[in-house]
């Protein structure tokens, strides 16, 4: 008789709606289709080094569907940097015991960039691995959509649609600062949906006379209010390309010496750019004469409950890894394409990140209804 499998599986990274979800569909998938016995690491890959886990049964999935976060539990640990006693440690080895221990077949990874990083590492170490797309942020090479990117933009849209009604009565200029350090696709996303008269993403860096000018227009029109939906990546032409120069710093250097030289001038660089979404707030009230306001979404666009479409996503997807698991196939992303799936190798996705391509789809629409991008 053939042995059942054992699978492992923990959430990375950040948390998002629908991690749950995924648990649920892959569990079930496992449990109730293959007979397998899964089990979950606690708090990502602290979990996995520190060999903390607990047995993931039918009573365990039960009610999650609809439960924000993560039952898991999450950390933002990095295999190889993995800090001990305040220094960095490559715990790779400890992983691979740990997986030997535990009876593994596979481990199954829910993350963005930096897990597939992470999940890279233990399939060229020789484990089984898989990697399921988890960002709001939706910024998952390889994936059409990433799980928690619908019902962020839900979250957000929402809260750009309530911005409307208190800009309108104060007159007022509102800024929206949505999540999204180097890829736009929930602002402009979000931005379409709600509306915002301006959007700003961190791909299409801006000119503030551009916004002044299309504030200006809209107040000759009789409009007396504007909504700007910026991303926290977003930054002006000039803050753009200081960030730019910083970061080539990082890439060109040589020596170890040279390279933390070069991140500690380009934390500066990042330090001196983080309120940037209230400089060009006053900004703008110093050139328009409206009275301007921010409001920093922030982690309420991670919480809450996920939304039909990640339901649905994360089942499909949670459900097309135990499939591959079954197959045999390892060392992939789980992407989602239209309404199927395919795997996409690892070395395909880790350490690269979507961005929103300038003649994207969503920046024509947007232009074509008269939306000001800030250029």
Same mark, same amino acid.
């Given at each position: 008789?053939?042995?059942?499998k054992?699978i #492992?599986?923990? $959430?990375?990274?950040?948390?998002?709606?629908?991690?749950n979800?995924?648990?649920r #569909?892959?569990?079930?998938?496992?449990?109730g289709?293959?007979?397998?016995?899964?089990?979950?690491?606690?708090?990502g890959i602290?979990?996995?080094?520190?060999?903390?886990s607990?047995a993931?049964?039918?009573?365990?999935? !039960?009610? %999650?569907?609809?439960v #924000?976060?993560?039952?898991l539990?999450? !950390?933002?640990?990095?295999?190889?940097?993995?800090?001990v006693?305040?220094e960095?440690?490559?715990?790779?080895?400890t992983?691979?015991?740990n997986?030997?221990?535990n009876d @593994?077949?596979a481990?199954?990874? @829910?993350?963005g960039?930096?897990?597939?990083?992470?999940?890279?590492?233990?399939? =060229?170490?020789?484990?089984? *691995? @898989?990697v @399921?797309?988890?960002?709001? =942020?939706?910024?998952?090479?390889?994936?059409d *959509?990433?799980?928690?990117?619908?019902?962020?933009m839900?979250?957000?849209?929402?809260?750009?649609?309530?911005?409307?009604s208190t800009a309108?009565?104060?007159?007022?200029?509102?800024?929206?600062?949505l999540?999204?350090?180097k890829?736009?696709?929930?602002?402009?996303g979000?931005?379409i949906?709600?509306g915002?008269?301006?959007?700003?993403?961190?791909e299409i860096?801006?000119?503030?006379s551009?916004?002044v000018?299309?504030?200006?227009?809209?107040?000759?029109?009789? !409009?007396?209010?504007?909504?700007?939906?910026?991303?926290?990546?977003?930054?002006?032409?000039? =803050? !753009?390309?200081?960030?730019?120069?910083?970061? &080539?710093?990082?890439?060109?250097?040589?020596s170890?010496?040279?390279?933390?030289?070069?991140k500690?001038? +380009?934390?500066? *660089?990042?330090?001196s750019?983080?309120?940037?979404?209230?400089?060009?707030?006053?900004? +703008?009230e110093?050139a $328009?004469?409206? /009275?301007?306001?921010?409001? %920093?979404?922030?982690y309420?666009q991670r919480?809450? $409950?996920?939304?039909?479409a990640d339901?649905l996503?994360?089942?499909? +997807? #949670?459900?097309?890894?135990?499939?591959?698991?079954?197959?045999?196939q390892?060392g992939?992303?789980?992407?989602?394409?239209?309404d199927?799936?395919?795997?996409?190798? &690892? /070395?395909?996705?880790a350490?690269?990140?979507k961005?929103?391509?300038?003649?994207?789809?969503?920046?024509?629409t947007?232009r074509? *209804?008269?939306t000001?991008?800030?250029?």
């Open positions: 008789m053939a042995k059942s054992r #492992g599986i923990l $959430t990375a990274g950040g948390d998002a709606p629908g991690l979800a995924v648990i #569909g892959f569990g079930k998938t496992s449990m289709h293959y007979g397998w016995e899964i089990i979950g690491f606690r708090d602290q979990g996995l080094v520190e060999n903390r607990i993931l049964d039918r009573a365990a999935l !039960s009610g %999650i569907l609809t #924000g976060g993560t039952i539990g999450t !950390s933002r640990d990095k295999v190889q940097k993995y800090m006693d305040g960095p440690r490559d715990m790779t080895s992983v691979i015991q997986y030997q221990k @593994l077949d481990l199954v990874m @829910l993350g960039g930096g897990t597939a990083k992470n999940a890279k590492r233990l399939a =060229d170490a020789g484990l089984n *691995v @898989l @399921l797309p988890k960002t709001i =942020d939706n910024d998952v090479a390889g994936t *959509v990433s799980f928690g990117f619908a019902t962020a839900e979250i957000a849209t929402d809260a750009i649609d309530r911005l409307h309108h009565s104060h007159h007022r200029i509102i800024l929206a600062e999540m999204g350090h890829a736009g696709w929930l602002t402009l979000a931005g949906a709600g915002a008269d301006i959007i700003l993403i961190p860096p801006y000119d503030v551009s916004i000018e299309a504030i200006k227009g809209r107040s000759a029109r009789g !409009s007396t209010f504007s909504v700007v939906a910026v991303a926290e990546g977003a930054r002006d032409v000039s =803050d !753009s390309a200081d960030l730019e120069a910083a970061s &080539l710093l990082v890439n060109s250097a040589r170890p010496e040279e390279r933390r030289a070069a500690a001038h +380009l934390a500066n *660089v990042t330090d750019q983080r309120e940037h979404t209230f400089k060009l707030a006053r900004e +703008l110093a $328009t004469g409206l /009275e301007s306001r921010v409001t %920093i979404l922030g309420v919480g809450g $409950t996920p939304c039909a339901r996503l994360a089942t499909r +997807l #949670g459900a097309a890894a135990a499939d591959m698991v079954a197959d045999g390892f992939y992303l789980v992407a989602a394409r239209g199927s799936t395919e795997p996409v190798p &690892l /070395e395909d996705v350490g690269k990140t961005l929103v391509p300038p003649d994207h789809e969503w920046v024509a947007a074509k *209804v008269g000001e991008l800030g250029n």
